[in-house]
């Protein structure tokens, strides 16, 4: 069987019914960039597993990260400002 396999789990759940203690924040970078790809895309739905509920205000919520500047657009991006943070101190 052609299937293909990459890093999505055997068994799709929505992460954040799974764990009601998992925050869906802008302010929590850290787990959305789970959700995204080391390009900064937003992974899709069906990929992840994340249910329409979540989905949705996962996808206001790193667009808003976004604009904060807590996440990064691009990979490219994301480099630069690193090395710019490390440099201002
Ligand atoms: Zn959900």
New binding site residues.
Partial sequence: MAFKKKFTPRKKF?????NPDLPLDYKRPDILNDFVTERGKIIARRITG??????RRLTTEIKRSRQMALMFYTAVHATYVQKRTKAAG
């Fill in positions: 929505c992460r954040f019914c799974a994340t249910c329409a509920k979540h989905q």
